[in-house]
């Protein structure tokens, strides 16, 4: 009596379908993984480059000179970051009597993604 070898063949082939679906699987959530690190990590960037471009006006010119650079927004002392893409970055900028204090705000003054304390120098 013979078998047919379809059987084993068949097992086979369901095995290497289910192996191949979970590594796609797998690939797929690091994929997805990396897009979100990634596109935290540009936040952040962009967070970055913008209190350092409002800490250098600040030091240069002064708090006074801040409407000239930084569009402001509804906020009492909230502007609008300098970034060249389309986010919603906001600085929230306020005055210590020694210092300035520069946030960078995740949606125009929600969660704070960065923050920068400039010491004022003694003129």
Do not use: W
Request: hydrophobic residues 45%; charged residues 25%; glycine residues 6%.
């Amino acid at each position: 009596m013979k078998r047919s070898k379809s059987g084993l063949f068949l097992m086979e082939m369901l095995f290497a379908i289910l192996f191949f679906s979970v590594a796609g699987a797998v690939c797929l959530q690091l994929f997805a993984k990396a897009h979100l690190l990634s596109r935290d990590a540009t936040l952040l960037n962009e967070a970055v480059v913008s209190c350092q471009s409002a800490a250098s006006i600040l030091e240069a010119e002064g708090m006074d000179a801040l409407p000239e650079y930084l569009q402001a927004q509804d906020a009492e002392n909230l502007y609008a970051a300098p970034t060249g893409a389309e986010s919603d970055l906001a600085l929230q900028i306020s005055e210590e009597e020694d210092a300035y204090l520069i946030r960078a705000l995740k949606n125009g003054g929600g969660e704070e993604i960065y923050s920068l304390r400039l010491v004022k120098k003694n003129r």
